[in-house]
């Protein structure tokens, strides 16, 4: 996300000001006490009757308190979170606390963290107090929020609904009152979804500018950091909290561009979506008349490597094809990064999971597709058409949710119809990487994200850094084949990192392929002249080949480099005996 566009809404008293970070405050600080009211009346009426609902409304999984630091002395300023609660979803991890990825079969294979997410440690240094972890669809999987094993947290919009996933437990304790705000991972929704249903505020930010460290993946370039509040301050106090400072001199943006065809698909009116969004900002200074497009017939005209992906269409139906490939583009590359990172634990462990999310497990590593490398390729063309469309002040509105959501404990199914205008609609913010807010409209299940086309990623390298830590692990677990083969995919999207080809090289000579090592050690030091690594491993191919002279002087050459490297020292010690 650009940081013209690193805002989640309006601080304080509601003030529209000039600065770039709250560009989006048109949709929610003015909007705000209309477009909310109905949610809150709501949840006012849920409140007062929950005698009988779970305790905590089975939100959480993990009740703990970790509290902030001490606040400064006067006149030191308050902490930005001081007096704030929040929760985060169960993919968090926690010092001390074995994080259940939404089953208990992976906390039970799984040991407690040395070190808290780095985003729950943000927020504790700003002043707020975490007081526990939520219940998510088991591994990140699913939109309704419903769990085999926790059960389904209640929606205080609608307590005989579904709350939507997958951080569904993150939601309900802020629809609840249970926390000022949560936190949880969106991967294809799973923020914005059950935001939508629960009647709340959310913010996805653009892939990448808030750390992901120390969360549990689902898919690692998609997944996205995003939080709930109720309140439009609390959302900009927590986005001040988490976000980059804004870089000076970038434009505030100031046009909506409305996604007809993407409001077409609704079942709800335009005088309930779009002109509630014209009324609530017509008459803020400076904002431009909003403008109007297919969006799905411009992704076509666009994004040129989408059409392996599109079916056969006629000219009016160019759209809607191009939407549908670009949900599947999502899909496709959600199952390959899950079975990168998880498909060993899946087979060695086979965890009991629910019908649907077993369905999408099995789907994801099941997966087998001849050109990845594909998928990436359209998420930059989709990017750079975003930003061509959006430029530096556009605002692309479109919906989150498709209709309503299930009723709690139903028999019946999300249909495929619902879940394809749904996935049409999260697909443009999760595969291009940009920012998303949630905005409520009138309706508990209506909603208007908002999204930019600001965030300037190479995807290659995302995918390629993925398989070197898959080849890393599988390292670790002493699967030499098995990492020599995630080392080549990754050299295979990006063949100019010289650790790729150093790391392929420790996995050869573990597996006795000198000559292949070797190899590998010269290409890597062509690509990066003072690579230490590259010259050790060199070096023990060659002297395992009896090569000991040119050995000799590759572990010099290490040593040149660091002159205390104790391998280094060792070698040249044992091969200068042997050249005696």
Known sequence: MASSAQSGGAGGGGTITSNPRVWIVAGIAVAGVIVLAEAARR?????????????????????????????????????????????????????????????????????????????????????????????????????????????????????????????????????????????????????????????????????????????????????????????????????????????????????????????????????????????????????????????????????????????????????????????????????????????????????????????????????????IKSLYAIRNELRAALQNLLKDTGILVLPTTAGYPLKRNSKERLSSGFEDRMYKFVGIAALSGCCEEQVVLASKLVTAPVTNGDIDVDIDVDASELLKEKGNSAFKRRQWSKAVEFYSEAISLSDTNATYYCNRAAAYLELGSFKQAEADCDRALLLDKKNVKAYLRRGFAREVTLNYKEALQDFRHALALEPQNKTALAAERRLQKLLK
Not at 132 to 157: K, Q, S, W, Y
């Open 43 to 371: 949840r006012r009426r849920w409140l007062r009757g929950k005698s009988s609902a779970p305790p905590d409304a089975g939100a959480f999984c993990d009740r703990f308190e970790l509290s902030p630091p001490p606040q400064p002395p006067p006149p030191a300023a308050r902490h930005l979170l001081s007096g704030l609660t929040f929760a985060a979803s169960d993919n968090f991890e926690i010092e001390g606390y074995v994080a259940g990825f939404g089953n208990p079969d992976w906390k039970r294979t799984h040991e407690a963290p040395r070190h808290t997410a780095v985003t729950v440690t943000m927020l504790l240094k700003q002043g707020a107090t975490c007081i526990g972890r939520t219940v998510m669809d088991e591994l990140g999987f699913g939109v309704t929020g419903e769990n085999l094993h926790c059960g389904t947290p209640i929606n205080p919009a609608s307590p005989s609904l579904v709350p939507g996933g997958s951080c569904s437990g993150a939601a309900v304790a802020v629809a609840a009152q249970l926390a000022d705000f949560a936190l949880g991972t969106d991967t294809i929704g799973d923020v914005r979804i059950p935001a939508s249903f629960c009647g709340l505020l959310s913010f996805r930010p653009s892939y990448g500018v808030v750390s992901t460290l120390g969360t549990i993946a689902n898919s690692q370039s998609l997944d996205t950091i995003g939080w709930f509040a109720r309140d439009p301050s609390v959302l900009y106090r927590v986005a001040e909290a988490l976000l980059p400072a804004t870089a000076g001199g970038l434009k505030q943006r100031r046009q909506f561009v409305f996604a007809d065809d993407c409001f077409q698909l609704l079942k709800v009116s335009n005088q309930k979506t779009v002109h509630a969004i014209k009324n609530a900002v017509q008459t803020l200074p400076g904002y431009q008349p909003p403008k109007h497009i297919n969006i799905g017939q411009y992704l076509y005209l666009n994004v040129p490597s989408l059409k392996e992906f599109c079916e056969p269409a006629t000219k009016l139906q160019e759209g809607m094809s191009a939407l549908k490939a670009l949900s599947i583009v999502m899909l496709l590359l959600q199952r390959y990064e899950f079975k990168a990172s998880h498909e060993n634990w899946v087979n060695t462990v086979k965890p009991k999971l629910g019908l649907d999310i077993s369905t999408r497990v099995l789907r994801a590593v099941n997966f087998a597709h001849d050109n």
